[in-house]
C-alpha cells in the first residue's frame, strides 16, 4: 500500500530554471540598455549643471513658449482625433458599407507613410506655392507654418491610435449589447453612453494615452509644416533640436526631460486607473 | 396582442432570407418558430423586433400597422441567442435599465423601479443575485436574468431567440417549464425560435415550421404530427 511515491509534483507549464532565468535576464539586459539607460541619460545630462542650470533653461522664453505649444497641441488634437476615431471605429465596426475594407486600410496609413512625408504633402497642398495656400494667406489664414498647420499634421500622424485600439475589441463585441438596450427602450445616445462606452473604455483609455504621447512627441511632420519659428512654431520636440544643434546642452536635455516627464506621466496616469479599477476590470473580463 | 403578418419578405443583397410569409398569431399564444439552420427564423423574429426592416410586406400589432415603427416603439421584449446582458451592469442595473431609460414623464421612481426589479427577481426564481455581474452567474441563471430584463419594459409581446440554445439537457427542461409559466401568467404574446422540433411540440400552442425563407405549415403540434404539411415537416419532425 505505502509503496506509491509521493514526488514533488513537477509543474508541466514552467521551464527549467537555466532558461528561466536567462530568459529574465536578456529581457532585462535589453531593457535596461534600449530603454532605461537612455531616459537616465536624459535626465543626467539635464542636471549637468545642477537643478539651477535646469531651472535656468526651463525660464527661457523660447522653452516655455515650446511647452505652451505642444501642450496646447495635445488638448487639441487628442480629443479631436478621440473623436474621430470612434467615430471611425463604430461605422467599421457595427455597420456594413461598401469601401469598408478601404476604410480600414486608410486608416492605417499615416502608420505607412514617414511623417516627414506628411509634413510635405500639407506644404504642398497649403503653402505659399499653391493656389489654395495663396488664397489662404491673402486672406489672412495662414496654415503652413502657422499653428493650423501643425494641428493638421499631429491630427494626421496621431489619427491611427484610437480606431486601431478600438476595431478589434468593437468587433469582438459585436452588437448584441446595443441591439438589446434599444429593444428596452434606450435611444441611441443612450445606448452609446450608457452600454458602447463603457465597454470600449479601456481600450480607448489605451488609444488616448497613445495618441497624447505622439502628439506631444512628433517631430517629423510638425518640423516641415512649422517652420520651427522660435517661440512662435516650435515645439517641444522641434524646440529640443534647436538647443542642440546650437550646443545648448543643458537646454535641450532638460526640455527633453520634461518631454519624458509628460510621457512618464501618462504611464502613471494609466497604472493609476488600471489599479484603482482593478476589481471591475476583473469582474467584467470574459472568460 | 395579435400579430399579424402579410406578404413579409427579406433580401439581404442577394441572398433572399426571406420570401413573401404571411402568419396569424392569436393574442396571448405561445409560437415556436422550428427550422433548420439558415431557414429564416432568426430574420422574421428580428423584423417583428424592429431591429430588421422588411424588404416589403406589412407587420400588425393588434391591427395597428407597425411595421414603421422603431424598435423602440416596438415595445417588444427581446431575449438573444447570447442573452447579450450588460456585462459592466449588475443584475440589478441589468433589470433595471429599460425603466430608467424611459422619458422622464414615464420613469418610475428609483424605489418604484428597485421594487419591481425585486418582483422579478422573486418571479424567476433568483431573488439574491441583484448585487452579482453577469459573469458570476450559470448560464441557466444569465437566460432567466435576460427573461426578467425584457420582461421589466412591461412589453406587448415577448420574442426570444433559441433562448435555450446553449444550455445542456436538464438545465433546458427546467427552463422550458419556467418559460410555460411565465408565459401563462403574465398572458404575453410570446414567439421563440428553437431547431429543436422536440422542444417546439412540447412547449408551443402553435408550431410554424420553416424552411428556405418559407413557411412550411402552420399548426398545433398534434396537428403537425398527425398530418405534416409537406415530406420536409415530415422529416424534419419525425427526427
Ligand atoms: N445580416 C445579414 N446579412 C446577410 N445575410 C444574412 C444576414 N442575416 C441573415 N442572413 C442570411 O439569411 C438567411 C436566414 O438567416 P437566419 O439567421 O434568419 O436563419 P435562422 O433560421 O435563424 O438560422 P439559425 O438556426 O442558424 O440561427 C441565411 O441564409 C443567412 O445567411
Ligand atoms: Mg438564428
Redesign the pocket.
Known amino acids: 500500500m505505502s509503496d506509491i511515491v509521493l514526488s514533488r509534483p513537477v509543474p508541466v507549464t514552467t521551464e527549467p530554471p537555466l532558461i528561466r532565468s536567462l530568459l529574465i535576464g536578456l529581457a532585462l539586459t535589453f531593457v535596461a540598455l534600449f530603454l532605461f539607460a537612455p531616459l537616465v541619460t536624459v535626465f543626467v545630462e539635464a542636471l549637468k549643471q545642477g537643478w539651477a542650470g535646469a531651472l535656468d533653461a526651463l525660464r527661457m522664453p523660447d522653452a516655455q513658449a515650446a511647452i505652451r505649444m505642444t501642450l496646447t497641441i495635445a488638448a487639441i488634437a487628442v480629443p479631436i482625433n478621440a473623436i474621430f476615431g470612434i467615430a471611425a471605429a463604430w461605422a467599421i465596426t457595427k455597420f456594413?458599407f461598401r469601401g469598408k475594407a478601404f476604410l480600414i486600410t486608410l486608416i492605417d496609413l499615416p502608420f505607412a507613410v514617414s511623417p516627414v512625408v506628411a509634413g510635405l504633402m500639407l506644404v504642398l497642398l497649403f503653402g505659399a506655392n499653391s493656389t489654395l495656400g495663396g488664397w489662404l494667406i491673402a486672406n489672412d489664414m495662414p496654415i503652413v507654418f502657422a499653428f493650423p498647420g501643425i494641428i493638421m499634421a499631429t491630427l494626421f500622424v496621431t489619427f491611427p491610435f484610437v480606431a486601431r485600439e478600438l476595431i478589434p475589441v468593437m468587433i469582438e463585441q459585436g452588437r448584441a449589447e446595443e441591439e438589446a438596450a434599444l429593444t428596452l427602450g434606450a435611444s441611441g445616445w443612450r445606448t452609446f453612453f450608457t452600454v458602447t462606452l463603457p465597454n470600449i473604455r479601456w481600450a480607448l483609455l489605451y488609444g488616448v494615452l497613445l495618441c497624447n504621447a505622439r502628439a506631444m512627441g512628433e517631430f517629423g511632420a510638425v518640423a516641415v509644416v512649422s517652420g520651427k519659428i522660435r517661440g512662435e512654431t516650435a515645439t517641444m520636440p522641434t524646440m529640443v533640436e534647436m538647443f542642440y544643434n546650437e550646443y545648448l546642452a543643458v537646454a535641450a536635455f532638460t526640455l527633453a526631460a520634461v518631454l519624458a516627464m509628460l510621457a512618464l506621466l501618462t504611464l502613471l496616469l494609466k497604472s493609476l486607473l488600471e489599479w484603482r479599477h482593478a476589481d471591475l476590470l476583473a469582474a467584467t473580463r470574459r472568460h | 396582442m395579435n400579430i399579424e403578418i402579410e406578404e413579409l419578405a427579406k433580401e439581404?443583397?442577394t441572398?433572399r432570407?426571406l420570401h413573401p410569409v404571411s402568419l396569424s398569431i392569436p393574442s396571448g399564444a405561445l409560437v415556436a418558430l422550428l427550422?433548420?439552420?439558415?431557414?429564416?427564423?432568426?430574420?422574421?423574429l428580428r423584423i417583428l423586433g424592429g431591429l430588421e426592416f422588411p424588404t416589403s410586406g406589412r407587420v400588425l400589432f393588434g391591427g395597428q400597422d407597425a411595421t414603421g415603427l422603431s424598435v423602440q416603439e416596438r415595445r417588444a421584449g427581446f431575449v438573444f441567442?447570447s442573452y447579450a446582458l450588460f456585462k459592466h451592469m449588475t443584475v440589478f442595473e441589468n433589470i433595471a435599465y429599460g425603466l430608467r431609460a424611459r422619458k422622464r414623464r414615464e420613469r418610475p421612481a428609483e424605489a418604484e423601479v428597485g421594487r419591481r426589479v425585486n418582483k422579478l427577481l422573486d418571479l424567476i426564481q433568483l431573488p439574491d443575485i441583484g448585487t452579482r455581474y453577469p459573469n458570476q452567474l450559470s448560464g441557466g441563471q444569465r437566460q432567466r436574468v435576460a427573461l426578467a430584463r425584457a420582461l421589466a419594459i412591461e412589453p406587448r409581446m415577448l420574442l426570444l431567440?433559441?433562448p435555450f440554445g446553449a444550455l445542456d439537457a436538464k438545465v433546458r427542461k427546467e427552463l422550458r417549464q419556467g418559460l410555460r409559466e411565465i408565459h401563462d401568467r403574465t398572458g404575453l404574446t410570446t414567439v421563440f425560435?428553437t431547431?429543436d422540433q422536440e422542444e417546439a411540440m412540447e412547449l408551443a400552442d402553435l408550431v410554424v415550421v420553416?424552411s428556405m425563407?418559407r413557411i412550411e405549415q402552420v399548426g398545433k403540434p398534434d396537428e403537425i404530427r398527425a398530418k405534416p404539411a409537406t415530406d420536409f415537416v415530415r422529416d424534419f419532425t419525425a427526427a
Open positions: 456594413d | 439581404f443583397g441572398t432570407a427550422g433548420p439552420s439558415g431557414s429564416g427564423k432568426t430574420t422574421l441567442q431567440d433559441e425560435v431547431h420553416m425563407g
